[in-house]
């Protein structure tokens, strides 16, 4: 993609000294680093690497062992009460397999975070919610329940509803599992689009190479073995670049040579 100017003056999240575990033992350790607004920031690395249990730090669903997790100048790790729920209310989330609601069309599937957090009238969060679905391309499907239409087509409604309340910051796992590559490239263009035209932030934990190489503004590689991270940067210029062969051989997959 063409990577845009971005601003480095203010990270919109700020990881400090992060380190994550259960049961004395340690996942992942002393991770720090920044994304900023309007950036499409991805978080890669091999199977076990802890990408998911990072994202879920992030999104609050987690306390790390030590470290902070600002969102906007706020700290997701300490923060409760109201002022966590204001916090929670300034990210979006889509979950690996969408997390829809089966017996729920796909309007009512988004209607619901602003029936809980908007003092909206119904017809009004009927409004916003088809304009969510129209802006995924799903204006014609409002109606359908979550079975009734494609796993991309999921994809993008479960996109629509982590935009309901209008967050700055989009949170994706894994968008692009389980997808055939045509439907996976469409959804890097919507991805790409939302961040363009509407300036949402989204931090992305995928490892799709060619998604990767298509939406990435700037990357983070985690590695299971030493448990931090060990690359970061363009992916082009990690991929042709880097001095971790084990970075090269990710991102041109390549087979570890036999030790």
């Known amino acids: 993609?063409?990577?845009?100017?971005?601003?480095?003056?203010?990270?919109?999240?700020?990881?400090r000294n992060f380190t994550a575990g259960y049961d004395g033992h340690v996942l992942l350790r002393d991770l720090s680093?920044?994304?900023?607004?309007?950036?499409?920031?991805?978080?890669?690395g091999g199977s076990g690497s802890g990408k998911s249990t990072l994202l879920k730090h992030m999104?609050?669903?987690?306390?790390?062992?030590?470290?902070?997790?600002?969102?906007?100048?706020?700290?997701?790790?300490?923060?409760?009460?109201?002022?966590?729920?204001?916090?929670?209310?300034r990210i979006g989330v889509m979950y690996q397999q969408g997390a829809l609601f089966g017996s729920m069309t796909l309007l009512e599937n988004v209607r619901l975070p602003l029936e809980e957090f908007t003092d909206l009238p119904d017809d009004a969060i009927d409004r916003v919610a088809l304009m969510k679905l129209q802006l995924v391309g799903l204006g014609q499907a409002a109606y359908?329940?979550?079975?009734?239409i494609s796993g991309g087509m999921?994809?993008?409604?479960?996109?629509?509803r982590a935009m309901a309340l209008d967050p700055p910051i989009l949170f994706?796992?894994?968008?692009?599992?389980g997808l055939d590559p045509i439907t996976s490239a469409e959804l890097d263009q919507l991805i790409m689009s939302l961040s363009k035209h509407l300036k949402i932030t989204f931090v992305v934990v995928t490892h799709e190479l060619p998604s990767i190489e298509t939406i990435?503004?700037?990357?983070?590689?985690?590695?299971?073995?030493?448990?931090?991270?060990?690359?970061?940067?363009?992916?082009?210029?990690?991929?042709?670049?880097?001095?971790?062969?084990?970075?090269r051989q990710f991102f041109n997959r390549q087979v570890e040579a036999a030790g």
């Open 1 to 15: 993609m063409i990577h845009r100017s971005l601003s480095r003056e203010t990270p919109i999240i700020a990881v």
């Open 33 to 44: 680093f920044d994304i900023y607004p309007g950036e499409v920031f991805v978080i890669l």
């Open 59 to 89: 999104i609050g669903l987690y306390r790390p062992v030590a470290g902070s997790i600002l969102i906007e100048g706020r700290d997701i790790v300490t923060a409760q009460g109201q002022q966590r729920l204001e916090i929670l209310a």
């Open 144 to 148: 359908k329940l979550p079975d009734e």
């Open 154 to 160: 999921r994809k993008r409604a479960a996109i629509a």
């Open 172 to 177: 994706l796992d894994e968008p692009s599992a």
């Open 216 to 247: 990435a503004d700037r990357v983070i590689m985690l590695d299971k073995r030493t448990q931090r991270i060990i690359a970061e940067g363009l992916p082009q210029e990690l991929r042709d670049h880097s001095d971790n062969p084990w970075v």
